[in-house]
């Protein structure tokens, strides 16, 4: 079975979020698991792309509107990453360092869909499934069934996989004219609130889409910024698949990032190791808890409750306590959280930007990982703290429901809190504080997480399972 994968991030191609981590590791399952999976991405300028080799297997000219681009289909000479990468460069437009915020953002994903489009029409390729991931391929099913330019490509179905509701990339009518030319009687399906929506054109003309947690397709219906009633009303066609983590880039006993690798069996010392690495870099003693955060400081994320949470928190537990955030994001909780290193200097550390190599250390190296999500389709965070030994201190949505349960219930190992609240977050960690206080308690907890299977091996045949049955109606 052949399958494309569309994303505009992969790890380790480029990495923003969680979005990369799945790209990154699901076509590799399925590759594993017999399919023919690959990504087709937008070209970025980065470490990765310069350090590799690529072969211009296809080059192509394109119109975005008025516009005639010249673009190149390249492909990764070795498959380094397991599978199939492509990348759609386009000069000018589609070659360059960052995957977002740059004004022309919306053209730029619209010629990443139609040069990738475009390329797979012109080579004769038809591929058994196109696997769209976010709003940034949304508009790829119905560009399919309805532009006069695919229709040899018209039946080929498509999943829509929904990493975050929140974000649709919407754009104003009037940049319809960057549109292939299309069936008008049908405009009806790119639109959602008088705006051209991508996310809300996707879930409507998908064959299946897919949230990244069962209890997230719930919540979609409930909070998705704007999209509650078409996700209701879509319903019959959606699936929660959880996400799954690979398990070759986070493996504490293989782990180069980390300073002590380690097994369950060697778990007191390896995480002491790791986590006496960690203080010294941030001059925290490392006899004390210590409670981390790792992530996008954003509302959905809760950071604008980190400051007060941690500040309350620090105060309480004066002196028996250290917390280390590592994140970047909203200009605020940056401001915050860098401000309360100058009142607890010796007990509180922060990071404000993006590090891959400190990201796996605090996993390995903290005692709890906090996660205050408002929303959180799955969350990865949790999942790779579980690996590690690191228990996982989260508000109960999404996926941290679903993977998170709380060490006061039959089987539990993590701690759970229900409300949105700085109250919440000051009374989880004051949970922590018992649990470690107590450390043969601490210690069975960890070799329970440890041995928690989260592994892409079996998310990666539902997705299969999903393809075989939407190949098998169409
Ligand atoms: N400053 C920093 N330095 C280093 N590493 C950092 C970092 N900030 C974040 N990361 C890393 O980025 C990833 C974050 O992944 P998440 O899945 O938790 O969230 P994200 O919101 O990006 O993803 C969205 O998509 C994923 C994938 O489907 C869903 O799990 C999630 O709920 C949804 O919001 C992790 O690998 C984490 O270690």
């Not at 309350?312 to 917390?323: A, P, T, V, Y």
């Not at 229900?418 to 977050?425: C, G, L």
Request: glycine share 8%.
């Amino acid at each position: 079975m052949r399958v494309f994968h569309l994303s505009a991030e992969c790890y380790p191609v480029a990495k923003v979020g969680g979005l990369a981590d799945v790209v990154g590791a699901l076509p590799k399952y399925q590759v594993g698991a017999g399919l023919r999976a690959a990504v087709a991405m937008p070209y970025y300028d980065r470490k990765f792309t310069r350090e590799h080799e690529f072969d211009i297997v296809f080059q192509g000219l394109t119109l975005l509107g008025a516009r005639r681009l010249y673009f190149e289909i390249l492909k990764e000479r070795n498959n380094t990453l397991g599978f199939e990468l492509f990348l759609v460069k386009i000069p000018g437009l589609i070659d360059r360092t960052e995957v977002y915020c740059y004004p022309d953002e919306t053209e730029q994903f619209i010629a990443y869909q139609i040069a990738f489009l475009d390329w797979i029409n012109w080579s004769g390729q038809t591929p058994d499934i196109i696997h769209c991931h976010d709003h940034h391929s949304g508009l790829v099913p119905f560009l399919l069934q309805h532009s006069n330019a695919y229709k040899r490509l018209g039946k080929v179905p498509v999943v829509f996989t929904i990493h975050n509701g929140q974000y649709h990339g919407a754009f104003s009518w009037e940049k319809l004219h960057y549109l292939p030319e299309i069936d008008l009687t049908k405009t009806g399906l790119l639109d959602w609130a008088g705006g051209l929506n991508p996310l809300a054109a996707a879930v409507k003309c998908c064959a299946q889409y897919t949230t990244v947690s069962p209890s997230y397709l719930h919540e979609l219906t409930i909070n998705s910024n704007g999209l509650e009633y078409l996700f209701y009303i879509e319903r019959h066609k959606g699936t929660g698949i959880l996400n799954g983590i690979d398990t070759d880039v986070w493996n504490p006993a293989a782990d180069s990032m980390i300073a002590s690798k380690y097994t369950a069996a060697r778990l007191a010392q390896g995480k002491q190791k790791n986590k006496e690495a960690l203080c010294s870099k941030f001059q925290l003693s490392s006899t004390l808890p210590l409670v981390a955060f790792i992530g996008r400081l954003v509302h959905e994320k809760g950071a604008d409750m980190l400051g007060d949470a941690f500040e309350q928190s620090l105060k309480m537990h004066n002196g028996r306590l250290n917390i280390l955030v590592l994140g970047a994001g909203d200009k605020d909780s940056e401001e915050a959280l860098t401000q309360l290193k100058v009142k607890y200097p010796e007990h509180y550390a922060v990071f404000i930007g993006y590090d891959e190599a400190l990201a796996h250390l605090i996993y390995a190296g903290a005692d709890f990982l906090l996660m205050p999500s408002r929303v959180e389709p799955c969350g990865l965070n949790q999942l790779y703290s579980l690996r590690y030994g690191t228990m996982p201190v989260v508000r109960s949505t999404g996926g941290l429901k679903d993977t998170v349960k709380d060490f006061g219930e039959e089987g539990g190992y993590g701690i759970r809190f229900e409300k949105v609240a700085v109250e919440d977050i000051c009374y989880s960690i004051d949970r922590a504080m018992v649990v470690y206080e107590n450390m043969p308690q601490l210690q069975k907890l960890r070799k329970i997480m440890m041995a928690l299977d989260f592994s892409w091996d079996r998310s990666a045949k539902e997705y299969i399972n999903l393809y075989e049955r939407i190949i098998s109606v169409s």
